[in-house]
């Protein structure tokens, strides 16, 4: 039997995909998830798979005669070991008219190097889609127009309001105002366009811990994994046929028959991300699914969730080179979302042969929700946003916990899902 090549295989993989026009419209090369699967089983080093993809990049580039192909961005590299700042997070919960809406203040985060607010803006409804403005002065981005609201502490300190990362549309958008310049911090009360706002630092109790991933082997944990990620930064379902035939053809899959059954079954009755139902499944539709992600699927297309936001503030130890903030959670009828800060930035597409990291969640009443980002903004050493988790929260739940998981730990953060005391 004639020995199996990695590089070859995915040059000519390469070739045929010439061909193809729809591939030629993604955002990365159709090149990377076969050959990321490849470098996991051990078949092909980073630099060389990297290397065909540039030469299928290039290729395409000169047999294409529209102009500005292609598209693909380059292969990442690995993420380099992050670190937040301590911080301090305090509850505002007030809701304001501003900018032709309602301007519904969540927290205050302050750090050494700054501080930012978190919002959700909803806007008038009979106001004119068409005489929306995005763009504020400075190159700041509001969702709502020219300018950010005045912002001022109660010893008359005053910063600068920029727009930070976010996401949503013209009818409603949760994001951050970042404030640079200096806060009080003792402060007591703000005033945002002159409405004053009490500053409370009684905010949700929370736990934080690390711990160990259970064993799964490599091939395994590669698939699941990015079935669970979807195609970062939007988390859209993931297409797994390119990656699962590649290591068919090296023999990697040989023997792991119930494997690839199991994540066939798993895909085809996924949500049509982002967390938009297809159907709801029948009762016995998941009974051979893993446990996980039957605990998953079994909520999906129940819309009873509790309807509450908790400020935590809470702040992970480093694992695998990771940290991760939650400022806060709120839960709807639909879902729930937490709004996260992370370093280094997890929401870019994953290097060759590096696991994507994968925002998970879990009650004490044994369901599972899984996340996907929701509006975000950052650069290669971090990230703030929002993850949105579905399906619904089980309203019966009293304690919820965030999960990330990364290469070899996972980052668990809990609050009770009881009022704020």
Known sequence: MEAFDAETYLRLLGERLLLDREQQHHRRSPLDLPASALVVAGLIDPERAAGVIDDHTAALGLRSSERGFPHFGPPRRPREPGKLEPRETMILDHEIAFGGGMLFLRDLTTTSKGATVRFRWRSDASRSRTGMRHFGHAGHQFPWGARGPI???DQG???????????????????ELTLDGTLSPTTEWLTVDGTRIKVDRAIAQSRTWVEPIDEQGVIERFLWRHLAAGEMPFGHAVELAPAIEALKAAGVLTGKEALIGEIDAVSAQLPARPGRPRATPSANSGASLPETWRKLLSRVGRSNGPSWTRVLGALSDRFDGIQVAVHSISSEESGFSAE???????LSPSALGELPVVWWARDDKGNRYLGHPNGWG????????TMQFWPALD???????IVVSADEHQAVISVATTPNP
């Open 157 to 175: 300190n005053r910063p600068t309001v920029g727009s930070g990362g976010g996401g949503g549309n013209e009818s409603q958008w949760d994001g």
């Open 340 to 346: 996260f800060e992370v370093s280094p930035n997890l």
């Open 151 to 153: 912002i001022e502490d």
């Open 395 to 401: 309203p019966a739940a009293a304690e919820l916990q």
């Open 378 to 385: 950052g650069n290669e050493n971090g990230a703030t946003g």
